[in-house]
């Protein structure tokens, strides 16, 4: 039987929560050697980022490698973390400064109690032809629409991932009894190889593993945000409030260097392909096939927070967490500065 989204959040989200507490109880701030800095400078210079490693941080890798964040006073420390509860968790309790997660885990989390805050878009709004979330079937399956995923295999980075949810949605608008799909948690880089060895029937994926699965006869279904989140941000960096409270010049430098790192990955896309192979340690071929939300406007809005929102209220089957979802304000698990 599908478990909720909601309800398997729920021993994750404690434990953050406790994590908050603590952290919300420090001696203060940690400013990074930046004691004495001018006004504006940002307080805490070296930081450290989380990320669930695929080709949507181009622009994060191009910035990197362009001086873009340096030229903001930051210095940054990329963590890779394929599981992304672990990555809220971390927020919450202090371990990254800033951290990936979508929009469903930012109104998961903060309808739980969890104070986290999307400072940042990592590749802008979706756009109309957004290729980078992709569901695939292999050959084998007989697959070619989301209306025979009924009964199948469908492989996820998170069982309670907003690729999941995603799938479910669109699998649902084609006619299917969503309880009926068997998921299968899976990282994105043994996506391919599953799909090839008959391990699952279809995957939601990402690039550059999704060029892998297509290489191999994979068949594309849909590219899930461009059908449900145009015009939306659904893939942000994010913190904690009280990172946002200690920090507020660093939280600003962040966002503007990852909204001019967003741009300039637009303008020079060959570059920040480029910057993938050194950043992720893929290969040459891998980088050149790359996809990302080229061309995003990289300021947030508020309604894939509230599509997620719905999504979350539609799937979910525990009375109280819709409750909690239906009361939240999603206006405030966004940090203002990122609506201007």
């Not at 004495?36 to 980022?49: F, R, V």
């Not at 479910?168 to 994105?188: H, K, N, S």
């Not at 990289?298 to 719905?310: E, H, K, M, N, W």
Request: charged fraction near 15%; glycine fraction near 10%; charge should be negative.
């Amino acid at each position: 039987m599908r478990k909720s989204p909601v309800r398997r959040w729920s021993g994750i989200v404690a434990a953050a929560a406790s994590l908050a507490l603590l952290t919300a109880c420090g001696t203060g701030p940690d400013i990074g050697g930046n004691a004495g800095a001018t006004p504006g400078a940002p307080e805490k210079s070296s930081l450290t980022i989380a990320i669930n490693p695929s080709t949507q941080f181009a622009p994060l890798y191009y910035g990197i490698q362009e001086g873009i964040f340096e030229a903001h006073g930051l210095k940054l420390d990329i963590v890779p973390q394929t599981d992304i509860a672990a990555i809220v968790s971390g927020l919450a309790s202090g371990t990254y400064d800033f951290g990936f997660a979508t929009v469903v885990h930012v109104v998961t989390a903060n309808a739980n109690g969890i104070p986290i805050r999307a400072v940042t878009t990592i590749e802008g709004q979706i756009q109309a032809d957004d290729s980078g979330t992709v569901t695939i079937a292999s050959a084998a399956s007989g697959i070619t629409g989301f209306g025979d995923l009924a009964g199948k295999r469908v492989a996820t980075v998170g069982l309670s991932s907003h690729n999941t949810l995603t799938m479910w949605e669109l699998a649902d608008r084609a006619g299917v009894d969503t309880t009926t799909i068997q998921l299968v948690q899976l990282p994105f880089g043994q996506m391919a190889a599953a799909l090839a060895n008959g391990d699952v029937d279809a995957a939601v994926m990402q690039w550059p593993f999704a060029g892998d699965a297509i290489k191999a006869g994979g068949v594309e279904l849909g590219y899930n945000n461009r059908e449900l989140f145009e015009g939306s941000s659904t893939t942000l960096f994010n913190t904690s409030q009280s990172f946002i409270d200690q920090n507020p010049n660093t939280v600003q430098a962040f966002a503007d260097a990852m909204a001019e790192s967003i741009r300039g990955a637009t303008e020079h896309v060959d570059v920040a392909k480029q910057a993938l192979v050194d950043g992720m340690g893929i290969t040459p071929e891998q980088a050149a096939n790359a996809r990302w939300n080229i061309g995003g406007d990289p300021t947030l809005t508020l309604s894939g927070f509230t599509t997620a929102r719905d999504l979350l209220v539609k799937f979910s089957t525990d009375a109280s967490a819709k409750a909690a979802l239906q009361n939240l304000d999603v206006s405030t698990v966004v940090w203002p500065g990122a609506l201007k």
